[in-house]
């Protein structure tokens, strides 16, 4: 029987269980890395600990929690601190995507998606950068979003968090590179995810005629930056040709597409 496998440091993957955040865990997984994959749905987290061991025999541990809460980076540095490992790359990728006009989103959402995509990212960065900084070495990968270059109606809130996560990461990547440490923020146009509703023929069709990139392909290209120092990257070099058409959008034709979305608000 083979042992478990635990040279190149090791791997904190937060949202791990579904999608990109998978993908990021299984393939620093296949690079040696220990990983400690974090999420609020736990059966999801031990089917992925079971997969990685048996498949890559890689050292896996699991923390289920909910991160959309104030005090959640500090539970989960507690929590790491308890496993006495040292987190050599932090990928904050946990989120939750909103397609409503904001005086019909709850409260409630309003909350948990602020305090998922900005604060606890933050002070994720802040808590296990500092330790990095200490040491001299480490890479930090923060997931923004394509949609901070395409604001449209229904997505305020959503496009205005990723945002911060894109704008937070430039700065914080000039901060950090002179102590040691890479920082990236990732912003990919459409994934193969369930994070948007899309049903599994849909995300199938939509790999099929180019308009999404299935998660393996982000996670491969968002290590890949961050293993060259890049500040930020759009995966696929199409979707970044579509930026300056986003940026001045004509209004008549967002109202047009906002008239043709409604349905979809949720």
């Avoid at 400690?36 to 050292?59: F, K, N, T, Y």
């Avoid at 945002?163 to 920082?183: N, Q, W």
């Avoid at 923020?185 to 994934?191: E, I, L, T």
């Avoid at 392909?217 to 930020?232: E, F, N, V």
């Amino acid at each position: 029987m083979k042992t478990e496998r635990h040279t190149a440091g090791t791997a904190l993957v937060t949202g791990a269980a579904h999608g990109i955040g998978r993908s990021f865990a299984r393939r620093l997984a296949e690079k040696g890395y220990r990983i400690i994959a974090v999420d609020h749905d736990a059966p999801a987290l031990d089917r992925l600990c079971g997969e990685l061991r048996s498949q890559m025999h890689a050292a896996v541990d699991t923390i289920p929690m909910n991160l959309a809460h104030v005090t959640a980076s500090e539970e989960l540095c507690a929590a790491v601190e308890r496993l006495g490992v040292e987190v050599e790359v932090l990928i904050n990728n946990a989120g939750i995507f909103s397609y409503c006009d904001m005086v019909d989103t709850p409260v409630e959402r309003i909350e948990r998606m602020i305090l998922l995509h900005d604060l606890t990212l933050t002070k994720n960065c802040r808590t296990f950068g500092a330790k990095m900084a200490q040491r001299g070495h480490g890479y930090i990968l923060n997931m923004s979003s394509y949609s901070v270059w395409m604001p449209f109606p229904g997505m305020a809130l959503y496009t205005a968090t990723k945002a911060y996560v894109r704008s937070f990461t430039k700065a914080f990547a000039k901060e950090m590179k002179e102590r040691g440490v890479r920082v990236t923020a990732v912003c990919p146009a459409g994934v193969a995810t369930d994070l948007y509703g899309l049903t599994p023929e849909w995300q199938r069709i939509g790999q099929r005629c180019g308009a999404l990139i299935s998660p393996d392909s982000c996670a491969r290209r968002g290590l890949r930056a961050l293993r060259r120092g890049r500040r930020c990257i759009v995966p696929d070099w199409w979707n970044r040709l579509f930026i300056p058409l986003f940026l001045f959008m004509p209004d008549p034709l967002v109202s047009f597409i906002r008239r043709r979305t409604m349905r979809f608000q949720r």
